[in-house]
């Protein structure tokens, strides 16, 4: 089965920390993996999205590696800051059939405390 | 402002009462989808369409209609609800079925059936 998990479920760090958010996913077929930001009552926001032939992209202090050999992607947020505090998705589009769409992990919840 | 805009965004109703969510676009994207999201269950994706009067179903259908008569508005009908379709609801659109189009999220409904 297509699956994608991440780990922490949650995490809280001070101001300022640079942190890594995990994602895996068990199946090397994809198209892409896109991370989303979701806040409290809001949709989510599309944040980064590598295709299966790139290694990493960034966007001003964040910076998302994909290994697809391995099934995994790193979320690296630099200088965290309060405002960065909200739930994180990493969502896999596979290739190997299958109803086309995303499927998503569950989400790491993250407080930067000020 | 490019947008994805559902409605209503609250909505407490019955069992077996019919009701539409609607899901519109402003901007001219080909893709659309639905996902519903459940604490310990993340997001799920229940019905996409590729393009005008193109759908098909996701990995959650049971239970719901869609149809895309135009562009830009995708409406998704619960025909006799149960307590078991008691989540949020997401629309999303992106620009084409392209693999590495990102995905667009409105800001969510909350459906609550009784």
């Known amino acids: 089965k297509q699956e994608v998990t991440q780990i922490p479920a949650a995490l809280s760090v001070p101001e300022g920390e640079n942190l890594v958010l995990n994602c895996s996913f068990t199946?090397?077929?994809?198209?892409?993996l896109q991370w989303f930001r979701q806040d409290p009552g809001k949709g989510l926001t599309s944040l980064l999205l590598i295709q299966s032939s790139q290694r990493e992209q960034t966007s001003g202090r964040l910076n998302a590696s994909l290994d697809k050999s391995s099934g995994r992607s790193t979320l690296y947020i630099a200088a965290s800051q309060p405002g960065d505090s909200a739930t994180y998705l990493c969502?896999?589009?596979?290739?190997?059939?299958?109803?086309?769409?995303?499927?998503f992990g569950k989400g790491t919840h993250l407080i930067i405390q000020p | 402002e490019a947008q994805v805009t559902q409605n209503p965004r609250y909505l407490i109703t019955v069992t077996g009462k019919k009701l539409t969510v609607t899901c519109s676009q402003n901007m001219n994207h080909e893709y659309m989808s639905w996902y519903r999201q459940d604490p310990g269950l993340g997001l799920r994706q229940i019905y996409y369409?590729?393009?005008?009067?193109?759908?098909d179903k996701g990995d959650v259908p049971e239970g719901y209609k869609v149809s895309r008569k135009e562009k830009r508005n995708f409406p998704l009908i619960l025909e006799s609800p149960s307590p078991n379709q008691t989540s949020l609801y997401f629309c999303a659109s992106s620009l084409s079925a392209g693999v590495n189009q990102p995905q667009h999220f409105g800001d969510g409904t909350r459906l609550s059936i009784l």
């Open positions: 369409s590729m393009n005008v009067e193109v759908t």
């Open positions: 199946d090397s077929a994809i198209y892409n």
């Open positions: 969502a896999v589009r596979w290739s190997g059939g299958g109803a086309d769409g995303l499927t």
